[in-house]
């Protein structure tokens, strides 16, 4: 576990790791000894800048400079991500956390997520909202408001992923997949941070706020959320999924009811429609950024337009306000017609186009998650409602909201636990053929044992990837159990090169073409080569090739069932403080922290 590994295959260097370290003091230590003095008595520094803000925008002070440097820090870790993951493609695994130019830009835009939540803690004045939560540092004792609460929670378990992906990768090795355990922990903590912006924006209602400043924080965290959400598409818009596609049909189906119902509750009519205007307009720049700009595979991104389309239509016969009616019939609308459209999107833009025989169990996945969707929007839009207007849940309703957002979260976690991947090992093979067309390039055929082995599948493709570069080509039946990729890859260097086949529902194999040797693992070459019997195995033995091999079944069950529990539990504090803000209860929650 304590092992350094240099070559990238496990532990960060002891020299990054304090460096690391370095940076998150050096980040947090001025912000805490500023909040000390501003709960103290003293001038501050921080202070002056938040008096300076809350002029500016208009907002309390708790809210103003907090929400600036938290939309800041969102942006940074954005685009850190949309850089990292093509570099990872691209590149293969990184010699530690401070070796890739993109952790940088996560890291601070993490530290900045965090230190907004402590910031709105911190400068918490009167007027505040009236429930808030009771803190301690010291001496000195103050309420502070629970969006800001909301925001510290979700920032801190992000940055918490930072030291936990060391030490995952320090006892299973590296997981190049955005989908490793840590990476899901840091990116769904930032993610969630939206959600407490919303509340902040939310109590600064409550207390006389109005305005344009407050309307773009509220707009801000329903735009951070559909982006945020999207951000787990990312591997199947560069053609490199490691899950089935049944998830990418689940989480834009999530995605696209329930940011688009947030937005067009926030801005009214025609608001859904800005929102996928906003986004692809981000995801454009980002696209041609990351590509043109960086050099790195091209990242496409879904559209969402129909979606947008259908929601507008909905409003038009439906009121907004009806939350979890309004939030059910989006869902179906969303899930169904919004799923074909998807499907449409993906045969002229995405590089892995959805198969027609797989539409109509799509179309039946993406409902069920729309649905799902759907009803914890609604849940979510009835506390921001009740929060602004100091309203809270009547008794007699609370079991019924309750129970909604029960059933969202069973349809929507169920979904995902559906698309889960399974291996089918040990039964197929294929003999490979390689046409040469350069010294290191060549036409792949394969021909399978079982003719039958590929039909219907979902996808069959050649890849090349982490070797500068990722190269994607499909394979074509050319008769007798034969499939022929139509077009080249590369089979040397430092490629990594197999065929990769997707058969329903969830079954992933692959049969290794070329492989380099890699000592740090260590791995010996699989060397390409024609007239060969290759067995479709595991997919994740051949695209994580640094992931430990030889660990006990229960080292992987304790490291997933510990990240698991880790993640509810931030779930679970979130959705508490939603529910405690738009309480019916006048006191405020009493909880101490000592420093």
Same mark, same amino acid.
């Given at each position: 576990?304590?092992?350094?590994d ?16 370095l ?17 103290? %008595?003293?001038?501050t ?5 938040? $008096? ?16 600036l440097? /938290?939309? +800041?820090?969102l ?6 991500v ?29 530290l900045?997520v965090?230190?907004?939540g402590?910031?709105?803690?911190? /400068? ?10 009771r ?6 004792? *103050? ?9 510290a ?22 997981? &190049?997949?955005?989908?490793g ?7 769904g ?12 924006a ?14 773009? #924080? ?5 735009? +951070?959320?559909?982006i945020?959400?999207? &951000? ?29 119902? *947030? ?29 043109a700009?960086? %050099?790195r595979?091209?990242h496409?991104f ?14 038009a ?27 449409? *999107? ?28 759907? #009803?914890?929007?609604?849940w979510?839009?009835?506390?921001? $409602? ?22 969202g979260?069973? /349809?929507?976690?169920?979904?995902l636990? &559906?698309s889960v ?25 394969v ?21 500068? %570069? ?8 050319? %008769? ?19 065929i990769?086949?997707?058969?329903? $529902? ?6 290794p ?14 060397p ?5 019997s ?8 051949? #695209? ?8 006990? $079944?229960?080292? *992987? ?35 101490? &922290?000592?420093?």
């Amino acid at each position: 576990m304590f092992r350094a590994d240099a070559a990238g295959t496990g532990g960060a260097p002891l020299f990054q790791v304090v460096l690391t370290a370095l940076i998150m003091a050096g980040f947090l230590a001025p912000a805490l000894m500023m909040m000390a003095g501003e709960r103290a %008595g003293r001038t501050t520094r921080l202070g002056w800048l938040a $008096d300076r803000a809350s002029t500016w925008t208009g907002l309390p002070r708790w809210v103003g400079l907090p929400s600036l440097l /938290l939309s +800041g820090s969102l942006l940074a870790a954005g685009v850190g991500v949309y850089w990292d993951v093509p570099y990872h493609v691209d590149l293969g695994r990184d010699q530690g956390p401070l070796a890739n130019p993109a952790h940088y830009l996560i890291l601070f835009g993490l530290l900045g997520v965090f230190t907004s939540g402590l910031l709105s803690c911190g /400068l918490a004045a009167d007027p505040l909202p009236r429930h808030t939560m009771r803190l301690r540092l010291g001496r000195h004792r *103050w309420r502070a408001p629970l969006g800001g609460v909301i925001v510290a929670v979700a920032g801190g378990f992000a940055l918490l992923g930072f030291p936990l992906d060391d030490i995952w990768h320090r006892i299973y090795g590296q997981d &190049v997949t955005e989908w490793g355990p840590t990476h899901v922990l840091m990116i769904g903590g930032a993610v969630l941070s939206a959600t407490g912006g919303a509340v902040l924006a939310a109590e600064a209602r409550q207390v006389g706020t109005t305005g344009r400043a407050v309307r773009v #924080l509220e707009v801000r965290s329903a735009m +951070g959320w559909l982006i945020g959400i999207s &951000v787990f598409l990312m591997e199947y818009e560069l053609g490199v999924p490691q899950f089935p596609m049944l998830a990418q049909v689940v989480i834009l189906a999530v995605a696209g009811t329930w940011a688009l119902v *947030w937005m067009r509750a926030m801005l009214g009519p025609g608001g859904a429609l800005l929102a996928v205007a906003t986004f692809l307009a981000i995801r454009t720049v980002l696209m041609v950024g990351v590509s043109a700009g960086l %050099g790195r595979s091209a990242h496409h991104f879904s559209l969402f337009l129909a979606q947008a389309v259908l929601i507008e239509l909905l409003a038009a016969a439906i009121p907004v306000t009806r939350r979890y009616r309004f939030g059910i019939l989006a869902g179906i609308l969303v899930g169904s017609l919004g799923t074909a459209a998807e499907w449409a *999107w993906s045969q002229v833009f995405l590089p892995l186009p959805w198969p027609a025989p797989q539409l109509p169990a799509y179309l039946g996945y993406g409902l069920l998650a729309g649905v799902g969707a759907g #009803l914890l929007a609604g849940w979510q839009l009835d506390r921001l $409602d009740r929060i602004a207007a100091a309203r809270p849940t009547p008794v007699r309703t609370r079991r019924g909201a309750y129970a909604a957002l029960a059933a969202g979260a069973v /349809l929507v976690f169920g979904t995902l636990a &559906v698309s889960v991947p399974r291996t089918a090992e040990g039964t197929l093979r294929g003999e490979i053929t390689l046409d040469p067309v350069r010294p290191d390039a060549a036409v792949v055929t394969v021909r399978l044992d079982d003719p039958a082995a590929a039909d219907g599948a979902v996808w069959f493709y050649a890849l090349s990837w982490q070797g500068g %570069g990722s190269v994607r080509t499909p394979m074509r039946p050319v %008769g007798d159990g034969a499939w022929r990729s139509t077009g080249p890859v590369p089979v040397g260097g430092d490629w990594k090169t197999l065929i990769r086949l997707h058969r329903p $529902d969830n079954h992933l194999v692959a049969a290794p073409v070329y492989l380099p040797a890699d000592r740090a693992i260590p791995a010996a070459e699989v060397p390409a080569r024609s007239g060969v019997s290759r067995g479709f195995g595991s997919e994740r033995h051949l #695209l994580q090739r640094e992931a430990r091999t030889g660990l006990p $079944d229960i080292t *992987w069950y304790a490291g997933y069932v510990t990240l698991l529990a880790t993640y509810l539990a931030l779930l679970a504090v979130i959705t508490a403080l939603h529910a405690r803000a738009a309480g019916p209860v006048r006191v405020s929650t009493s909880l101490e &922290v000592n420093a």
